[in-house]
């Protein structure tokens, strides 16, 4: 039995492997690929230069792979490139990429994105993400690993959010946000550590300790974002170097 539904309008020559498969009138264009396992809903549309991996799955009514909304955007092959075992609900939208960047918006693998979610041109999106309902990166954002964003969220052009961060329901994120902090509102506050996110990814009470101690030169100490920096760089260890790494490439501010 053909696992692409008789409605769906499937262009000769996209590469889709033999086990993807495609719901009730969905049109797939000429330059997607589609790797195995794939599983893509009714109603959806998938088009211009885009490649999926294996085993992700696509409910209904999404647009992935259209053009970008950038009102440079002259019609160039730029592309939307997708990793592995990613869930996008209803509604969603993932542009291409734009010339003025690196020609390409990237998402990662098991990232769970729910319904009403764009991604616009050029986002970077890691790994064991979850974006809640309605969350909104704008171009160029950059997203680490296992980030929690919430509900509603609005998410500035060119900003970072760093590794094992959450965000709060209906933030306004103007401003990059650090590893492993918590932070919502607007304007956007950081609260604290995300200890319950780091405690369910496995993190050693001795590693929580530092980042506490990270979270305290940062917020707490009185010390200038230059100072901070030289502090937590004494501290050691992967995590204070991560935090080092990306306080020293934050051009546009941190969140405070």
Request: charged content about 20%.
């Amino acid at each position: 039995m053909s696992r692409i539904h008789p409605t769906a309008i499937v262009d000769p020559a996209a590469q889709l492997d033999g086990s993807v498969e495609v719901g009730a009138y969905t049109l797939i264009g000429p330059h997607v690929k589609i790797g195995a396992g794939t599983v893509v809903g009714p109603h959806c549309v998938i088009e211009g230069h885009t490649s999926i991996g294996e085993s992700n799955r696509f409910y209904q009514f999404s647009s992935i792979g259209a053009a970008n909304q950038d009102m440079k955007y002259a019609g160039e092959p730029t592309e939307l490139v997708i990793g592995d075992r990613n869930t996008v609900r209803e509604f969603c939208t993932l542009n291409i990429g734009t010339v003025q960047d690196k020609g390409v918006t990237r998402v990662g693998h098991d990232n769970w994105i729910m319904a009403y979610c764009h991604l616009a041109h050029d986002v970077v999106l890691g790994n064991h993400n979850v974006l809640a309902n309605g969350a909104t990166l704008a171009g160029h954002v950059e997203v680490g690993d296992h980030v929690t964003i919430g509900g509603l969220t609005g998410v500035l052009q060119r900003m970072r959010i760093g590794s094992q961060a959450m965000i709060g329901f209906q933030a306004h994120v103007a401003q990059d946000v650090p590893p492993f902090m918590t932070v919502d509102g607007n304007p956007l506050t950081a609260r604290a550590v995300n200890v319950v996110g780091l405690k369910r990814r496995g993190f050693s009470d001795e590693r929580i300790a530092t980042i506490r101690q990270i979270h305290k030169l940062i917020y707490r100490s009185g010390l200038t974002l230059a100072q901070a920096i030289a502090e937590i760089e004494t501290l050691g260890g992967e995590d204070a170097l991560l935090m080092r790494d990306f306080l020293a490439a934050a051009t546009r501010g941190i969140v405070r």
